[in-house]
């Protein structure tokens, strides 16, 4: 049972690089989010999808794009790092946005 | 947009100890889910809750939601070294996404 995949689990990205993390999902939800957890912020929302070929923008987008290119893949592409990225990324799906939300196990990140 | 506001922040219970945490939102609450992550994990759904008085419990662990104080606790009876962790309180955003507090970090000592 996968469930819902991340990769990588933690890297460490040079600042200015492009960097692409991975989310999969195989329970065929048709909403996924990704999210980003930083000390004494919480969880803060950074994009989302309600279905195939949509996608919006959540609480904190600067800096960050998404695609949703089939119902399970949401790839999330930092264009050009800051050290400000550095934080914990959480991928999650959920059958409906009005439904409870799976997790991954989250990408740590690190910009220097 | 709608807040969540959780308290305590965290706190540290003896062994078999209950506990209450709790999460008030600055808006009409229509379904409050509960999360719990442990540290360097991802986040595991407990329970939704989603009309005014209802209940729910899973082992050990019960969450209300009053809707007129916009307003849900969870308590812990009996707690357990396996309780230990962080609960996150999430409801429907305006992003027609989940908005979390900023969660309780729970540790419990022998």
């Known amino acids: 049972i996968a469930g819902i995949t991340q990769a990588p689990t933690s890297q460490i990205l040079a600042a200015g690089r492009r960097m692409t993390l991975r989310c999969t999902q195989d329970?065929?939800?048709?909403?996924m989010y990704w999210y980003r957890q930083d000390l004494g912020l919480g969880l803060r929302l950074i994009h989302y999808?309600?279905?195939?070929?949509?996608?919006g923008k959540g609480e904190v987008p600067d800096g960050y794009s998404v695609s949703r290119a089939n119902t399970d893949d949401f790839p999330l592409t930092l264009a050009s790092a800051v050290p400000s990225q550095t934080s914990v990324y959480f991928c999650?799906?959920?059958?409906?946005?009005?439904?409870?939300?799976?997790f991954g196990q989250g990408t740590r990140l690190t910009v220097v | 947009s709608q807040e969540l506001e959780q308290s305590p922040q965290s706190l540290i219970v003896q062994e078999g100890k209950n506990l209450t945490i709790n999460c008030t939102s600055s808006?009409?609450?229509?379904?409050l889910y509960w999360y719990k992550q442990k540290y360097g994990e991802g986040l595991i759904f407990l329970m939704m809750?989603?009309?005014?008085?209802e209940e729910k419990s899973h082992e050990k662990i019960t969450a209300k939601l009053d809707e007129k104080k916009q307003q849900s606790s969870l308590h812990i009876t009996a707690s357990q070294p396996s309780h230990a962790g962080i609960y996150l309180c999430?409801?429907?955003?305006?992003?027609?996404?989940?908005?979390f507090g900023k969660g309780t970090m729970l540790l419990v000592s022998p």
């Open positions: 999650a799906s959920s059958v409906t946005g009005a439904t409870e939300a799976f």
């Open positions: 329970m065929r939800h048709n909403a």
């Open positions: 999808s309600n279905t195939a070929g949509t996608t």
């Open positions: 808006k009409t609450l229509y379904g």
């Open positions: 809750l989603q009309k005014g008085g």
């Open positions: 999430g409801a429907m955003g305006g992003y027609s996404t989940l908005t």
